[in-house]
């Protein structure tokens, strides 16, 4: 399959308990490559565990999740994200407070083992990619909730993912910051034709996606498994 386009995901009658909750009920689940698909579903219905498993953070104890028609959980994770499938972007943004916006982005870079002067210039272009060029050497605390979520993009990107996974990547963030944010993702992901799966509670990004998944209760609504036409 060719590098440039997003990765295919495949989920058949996935089940994830924690202790007495079913968080992912026999979820079963197709989204074509290159697809823009919102998730949408109350507190507590399982959207976070979804992308997790999806995205090898987390592990499903039935049934099984296939990247590519590839067993992704089943590898180690650090391996997965070497091989550049995956990028996450959360609604905290997690960057490490003592580095500056470059050598956040630089962290994947070195798991990948890139030589320095390569992560350098990755890195800044990177951050010129997603309009942050001229705040590469500033600290998480000397930036704006917008900005620090652009580094997040950016460092989501690192690897060159052909899935990237957003869980509420706006849910910190003011209405008009968070569309900045959300176009920014929806450009990014046209841009490099990723596949995306979106958590997110704004209304507006239902209409924007190719499909909306509703959860409810750890199940996904009927009609999923049907991949949409993009
Ligand atoms: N590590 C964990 N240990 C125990 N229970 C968990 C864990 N992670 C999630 N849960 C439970 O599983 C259920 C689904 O959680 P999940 O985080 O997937 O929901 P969500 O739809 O993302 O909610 P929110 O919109 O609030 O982020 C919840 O009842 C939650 O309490
Ligand atoms: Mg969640």
């Given at each position: 399959m060719s590098?440039?386009?997003g990765?295919?995901v ?8 924690f202790?007495p909750i ?18 949408t ?33 089943e ?7 070497r ?15 003592t ?5 956040n ?23 010129d ?51 900045r ?15 995306m ?34």
């Amino acid at each position: 399959m060719s590098d440039e386009i997003g990765a295919e995901v495949a989920l058949a009658h996935v089940g994830k308990r924690f202790g007495p909750i079913t968080a992912l009920d026999d979820v079963s689940l197709c989204v074509a490559a290159g697809e823009v698909v919102a998730i949408t579903g109350h507190s507590g219905s399982g959207k976070s565990t979804l992308l997790n498993v999806i995205g090898g953070l987390d592990r499903p104890e039935t049934g099984r999740v296939l990247l590519d028609g590839d067993a992704t959980w089943e590898r180690r994770r650090d391996a997965r994200m070497r091989r550049g499938l995956v990028g996450f972007v959360f609604q905290q943004h997690l960057l490490l407070p003592t580095l500056t916006a470059q050598a956040n982005v630089e962290v994947p870079l070195v798991g990948a083992g890139a030589r320095r002067t390569e992560r350098r210039r990755r890195a800044a272009q990177l951050l010129d990619e997603v309009g942050l060029a001229d705040r590469a050497h500033h600290v998480p605390s000397e930036l704006s909730g917008g900005e620090r979520q652009r580094v997040a993009v950016a460092r989501a990107l690192a690897n060159d993912p052909r899935l990237l996974l957003a869980d509420e990547p706006t849910g910190a963030l003011d209405s008009v910051t968070s569309k900045r944010v959300l176009d920014l993702l929806l450009e990014v992901r046209r841009r490099r034709r990723m596949t995306m799966l979106l958590v997110s509670y704004d209304p507006t990004v239902g209409s924007r996606a190719d499909r909306t998944l509703t959860m409810t209760d750890g199940r996904l609504e009927s009609g999923a498994v049907t991949a949409g036409v993009t």
